[in-house]
């Protein structure tokens, strides 16, 4: 059985001021702007005029998104939404993350005296030549942070193979701070190193039954009128141990070559589900210093209940967890973080007779 157990950052059933506010307003804590799905979750979005009793509810909105942060399945709160783990550059509430961040900067290799500044969804793509073959390379970073560097347009231009005059251009259109120096123009808070790649994985939502309204927007619109008397959707543990394990060496690989880090963070429950049904433990790599892989995992406090300020249950528990990506044969005992893409075992076979045993073939070869 499943339930929702937040919506737009607070308890379902919490009459805290904020909670209630937020609700009216349709808006995230974490962000401090309008709910937008989780940047996961778009097409979740709510007509209201096919659903009268719920634009009550939220009037002057012709579409609402569906503002769930979290799940409740066998008593333990699933996070479905990553602005729930980490809003970094936001304009929203930081105390409410002030664990999480404070955690990301210290294992993250980060100076908060050099200032970090943050770009979200960024991507990066090239190819290159080898051996004749075209490689590519395309990726897309929830967030890298970097520190500020002082470079000349000059420079600029040489990096990015573009002009001088539209070097100046996009620096004053993207908020960087240009001076003139001896007849020179400069770009006072370039990117620079340290940098630190941030990437956020929570768990995906099931598709939902829509005769038992589990859809995860039918979900909501009972929640929000219904409280407690609502069925939720599954999990996806799957889809989401893939899309990690598919990206986990890659990304880690990518901050080290760039001369930083890449930090993954992600809920302690599926931190678990991931050590269970893979051959990574990570509970082999408990560190205080990073290494090449490095994963941030939090959770809820084992009550589940609220902060009395804020409204909002608190992310406090915290491990950190690192390794190598992978370990020679100088290391037999020990495992590398390339084990994700590792089954934890393998079945006997008459596991598979006994599967094939038990519905019919859908026809033969000739």
Same mark, same amino acid.
């Given at each position: 059985m499943s339930k929702i157990f937040e919506v737009f950052g607070f308890p379902l059933e919490s009459n805290h001021p904020d909670a209630i506010s937020h609700r009216e307003q349709a808006k995230c804590p974490f962000s401090g702007i309008d709910c937008d799905g989780g940047g996961n979750r778009y097409l979740s979005a709510l007509q209201l005029e096919a659903h009268p009793e719920l634009a009550k509810r939220f009037p002057d909105r012709n579409r609402l998104q569906v503002g769930v942060c979290s799940l409740l399945i066998r008593d333990k709160p699933w996070i479905v939404c990553p602005r729930r783990l980490l809003v970094l550059g936001s304009s929203g509430q930081i105390e409410l993350q002030k664990t999480v961040r404070g955690q990301l900067v210290k294992h993250g290799g980060l100076s908060?005296?050099?200032?970090?500044?943050?770009?979200?969804?960024?991507?990066?793509?090239?190819?290159?030549?080898? @051996? +004749? $073959?075209?490689?590519?390379?395309?990726?897309?970073? /929830?967030?890298? &942070?970097?520190?500020?560097?002082?470079?000349?347009?000059?420079?600029?231009?040489?990096?990015?193979?573009?002009?001088?005059?539209?070097?100046?251009?996009? @620096? +004053? $259109?993207?908020?960087?701070?240009?001076?003139?120096? /001896?007849?020179? &123009?400069?770009?006072?808070?370039f990117p620079g190193d340290p940098i630190a790649i941030v990437e956020i994985m929570t768990c995906s939502t099931s598709g939902g039954n829509k005769e038992k309204r589990t859809q995860i927007g039918m979900a909501f619109e009972d929640a929000i009128l219904k409280g407690k008397d609502h069925e939720g959707p599954g999990i996806n543990y799957r889809q989401v141990w893939a899309r990690m394990a598919s990206q986990l060496v890659a990304k880690s690989q990518i901050g080290l070559a760039w001369g930083g880090r890449t930090v993954w963070i992600l809920q302690d429950v599926l931190a678990d589900y991931i050590s269970k049904s893979t051959r990574l433990d990570l509970h082999q790599y408990l560190s205080e210093t990073a290494d090449e892989v490095n994963v941030l995992v939090f959770g809820y406090e084992e009550s589940l209940l609220p902060d009395q300020a804020s409204g909002v249950v608190l992310l406090e528990n915290f491990q950190f967890f690192s390794g190598p990506i992978s370990v020679g044969s100088e290391s037999p005992g020990r495992d590398g973080f390339v084990d994700i893409i590792k089954v934890g075992f393998v079945p006997p076979k008459e596991l598979l007779w006994r599967s094939l045993f038990r519905k019919p073939p859908c026809g033969a070869i000739q």
């Open positions: 908060l005296a050099q200032g970090c500044r943050v770009w979200s969804e960024v991507k990066v793509k090239t190819s290159t030549q080898s @051996a +004749g $073959e075209k490689i590519t390379f395309d990726y897309t970073f /929830d967030y890298v &942070v970097a520190s500020s560097c002082r470079k000349s347009i000059s420079e600029v231009a040489e990096m990015t193979g573009m002009s001088e005059n539209v070097c100046e251009r996009l @620096a +004053g $259109e993207n908020q960087f701070t240009l001076a003139r120096r /001896d007849g020179r &123009v400069w770009i006072d808070d």
